[in-house]
Every structure is written in C-alpha cells, then in structure tokens.
C-alpha cells in the first residue's frame, strides 16, 4: 500500500473483480468514498463503471464514468447519478484541470465543473491521483438550460466515430 496522502479515497470494487475495458459497457461496482478530513462525505454505494474519454482513453492511467444507482452528492456537490473522475494523465502536475475549474468560479462563469483531488484503488489496487469532477450534462446543478430554447454543444477534434478531417480554411468561409 502507498504512503497516504491525505486525499480523500475513492475505491472502486467490480463484480468479480471484473476489469474495466471500454467506454461503452458499465461494470456493477460498490463505489466507496471516505474523506480524512469530513466524515460526512464518507458514503458506500452501488453504481456502473465504465470507461470515459476519446484520445484520453488511449493512455496508461484511464479515465472513469460512474453512475450510481441513484443520485448521490459527492463532497457536498449537487446530486445526481453521473460523475467523472479524470486521470490527467498528460499533467504531470495533476493542476491543469483543477485550476481551470477554480478559475471559473473566480470569474463567476456558468456551469463550471467541481472538482476534488482523490486517490483511486481499482479492486484494492492503487490507479494514482484522479480529479473527480461532474459529468457535463443538462441537469439542475450541473448545466441548467431549459432543453426546448437552449442546448449543449461539446466541441471535440476526436469523434467517437471514425475521425473526420475537416478542412479550416473551407469552415472559415462557410463561418463567414
């Protein structure tokens, strides 16, 4: 086992042991979260677990989608089912994220993600440093538009699809 490192731990136990190998199939898991800092975050709860991320899902250290069974707050963020917990990977300082979101709230932009740095064990196996963070979704406390006059575009080079060249001169025209 690592030295502790005062983070708050997420531990993530699959059904069987079963590992976790795509993005598309969620595996039944016992999620348990426990805070040194504030017990009241502890919480034991039932949820799928998949994969998350388009190139990100590629590297060493994966990313992870949870969604509980039923709406949970973690940390005392606003309920719901769905939750993210990001590998930053590429961050050898594990603060990019964290400090963009934080940024956000300084300057009072909507819809800007939580976050909460945690240590991740994977079926009692320690995955390193994640942020948890919510999932970007159209839901109140997370991205609150009224779906009938407003909507949610995510901008994204790598399409779960086949990748699609595009050509920026020709979209600059059409822009224009």
Excluded: C
């Amino acid at each position: 086992t690592p030295q502790h490192s005062g983070l708050p731990v997420i531990a993530i136990d699959t059904e069987n042991k079963k590992g976790i190998n795509d993005k598309e199939n969620y595996i039944s898991s016992v999620i348990t979260v426990i805070d040194p800092d504030n017990t009241e975050y502890d919480l034991e709860a039932t949820a799928g677990v998949r994969g998350r991320g388009n190139s990100t899902w590629g590297y060493p250290k994966k990313p992870y989608r949870i969604k509980f069974d039923k709406k949970q707050s973690l940390f005392g963020y606003e309920k719901a089912k769905s939750w993210v917990l990001l590998a930053d990977y590429q961050d050898p300082t594990l603060l990019m994220n964290h400090i963009a979101f934080e940024l956000g709230h300084r300057f009072e932009l909507a819809y800007t993600n939580h976050a909460n740095h945690v240590e991740l064990y994977l079926n009692g196996k320690h995955q390193g440093a994640y942020v948890l963070t919510e999932q970007v979704q159209v839901n109140p406390g997370r991205v609150d538009i009224d779906e009938e006059t407003g909507f949610l575009v995510e901008l994204d080079s790598y399409m779960d699809e086949e990748y699609k060249f595009y050509d920026p001169i020709l979209l600059k025209k059409a822009l224009d």
